[in-house]
T-cell receptor
């Protein structure tokens, strides 16, 4: 069973516009959510996170929104830049004794110049 | 500051062989986790170690094993390699390895190809 889902395999956006990447989850015990960016042949790079006690977290051009009642989170990138083109993974964690991340399948973002 | 390092970067093995992958965490981090990423999927959790003890294990066969050393570096071992073990193996480090709201930082990965 896929506890973290990214239903859009790909997204294409014009440079300077907003990119919105979506993620849904099923396990209400998740209390920490992270977004990672991955270029080919590299490891995932941490972008931004949000804990379950918040509904928004902002870091520069990146903002993550959490809607717990809908079990949905989204990553907004404004303005989008060509260097943002990469695969974006949503991940979730429910803390406790094991710091195990559950990942979605990723969304490939292409920012067109 | 150096990030998470992994070696080797690439590896080619044949079915039935054994492989050892290595990871050094970020300085000051005491926990190391291993993930497997196959093409088109997100990383899948294999193991977590903290202070040399196994804290968690994912749904992988006993052919997969790992250990953590006193300097917090770690090895992932895979025995009797199968074609399906071909993947990118990622190591991640974190400070405490438990509790809420802890971020894991990933290394560049080791690309394993089994022929």
């Amino acid at each position: 069973d896929q506890q973290v889902k990214q239903n859009s395999p790909s997204l294409s956006v014009q440079e300077g516009r907003i990119s919105i990447l979506n993620c849904d989850y099923t396990n209400s015990m998740f209390d920490y959510f992270l977004w990672y960016k991955k270029y080919p042949a590299e490891g995932p790079t941490f972008l931004i996170s949000i804990s379950s006690i918040k509904d928004k977290n902002e870091d520069g051009r990146f903002t993550v929104f959490l809607n717990k009642s809908a079990k949905h989170l989204s990553l907004h990138i404004v303005p989008s830049q060509p260097g943002d083109s990469a695969v974006y993974f949503c991940a979730a964690n429910y803390g406790g004794a094991t710091n195990k991340l559950i990942f979605g399948t990723g969304t490939l973002l292409a920012v067109q110049p | 500051d150096a990030g998470v390092t992994q070696s080797p970067t690439h590896l080619i093995k044949t079915r039935g062989q054994h492989v050892t992958l290595r990871c050094s965490p970020i300085s000051g981090h005491k926990s190391v986790s291993w993930y497997q990423q196959v093409l088109g999927q997100g990383p899948q959790f294999i193991f977590q170690y903290y202070e040399k003890e196994e804290r968690g294990r994912g749904n992988f066969p006993d052919r997969f094993s790992a250990r953590q050393f006193p300097n917090y570096s770690s090895e992932l071992n895979v025995n009797a390699l199968l074609l399906g073990d071909s993947a990118l193996y990622l190591c991640a480090s974190s400070q405490r390895g438990s509790g809420s709201w802890e971020t894991q930082y990933f290394g560049p990965g080791t690309r394993l190809l089994v022929l």
